[in-house]
């Protein structure tokens, strides 16, 4: 299926362009250390007939071999230049799902829609319940769920850059169908709207209050009363492509839709990074945030056999020896 673009769409690939320009070299590629990938990728299939699809994106799918009924998914959805099954396998998230036991769902965007395939985190035609790439995705989620016999209790949702927005988008629109979502590199959830750019938002952020972070969430669900996912979000202090400002207006969005403190309960570090967590009022974890000191834009992974080493260093795919989607996974109860 593929839809027509009008003049968005030709901000939309300037921008990606600009995105491409000035992201960081890509990082080397990992040390024979890795473990190799091409079991996992090779398992990676395409999935058609999931939905209307009316964003016209493509699914595919990770189910480890012999994964019994009852199991957690987990949605990762890939950044800007890159692909669905480069993204899950180099992000690591393929072998966690061998060594504990979920099925993944790998959205990915076509051309059609993007010229540099970035999903379109900033288009109201894209972000809004039921509508274009956002109930694409959802509609992915529930196909998985019935064709695997997943935990309906426990779905996922991350992402990396524009893939991070899309997992704000996710959580906000849909936030019955998430337990918690993982935002890498990525933006709050009507940032362009509320900056009047995507430009603005990137590199300089929009000027909300908390409340008003807050009501851009729940204008997208209106009368939600159930619970809100637990955010966790991962930045580089030196992203010069989603400044660091975005982590900070995640925490207040989401804080106030959670009715969390605004201060960090807990300040500390985790392998020698930053590290906070904003409880709510139950004393249960709302928003934890990892500032990874030095890291530019990209996917944290930490290549290697270790216990919480994950992932194959790459383009926006960098190892600073802490894997995100390890962290994500640990703290979802995946593991």
Known sequence: MTRTRGPAALVLAGLALVVYLVLPAPAQAATAQAAPAPRALAAVQEVTGFGANPGALKMYRYVPAGLPAGRPVVVALHGCTQNAAGYGTGGGWTALADRWGFSLVLPQQTPANNLNSCLNWFQAGDIERGRGEAASVAQMADKQLADAGGDAARVYVTGLSAGGGMTAVMMAAYPEKFAAGGVVAGLP?????????????????????????????RAARPGYTGPWPRLTVFQGS??????????????????DVRGADQGADISDTVAGYPHQVFRDATGAPAVETYSITGMGHGQPVDPGSGATQCGTAGAYILDVNVCAAYVLGHSWGLG
């Open 238 to 255: 030196a992203d010069y492509t989603v400044k660091p400002v975005n982590m900070s207006d995640l925490v207040e969005q989401w804080t």
């Open 189 to 217: 959830y009507g940032c362009a709207q509320a900056a009047a750019s995507p430009y603005v938002c990137m590199y300089v952020g929009a000027t909300q209050t908390p409340g008003q972070w807050g009501d851009r969430v």
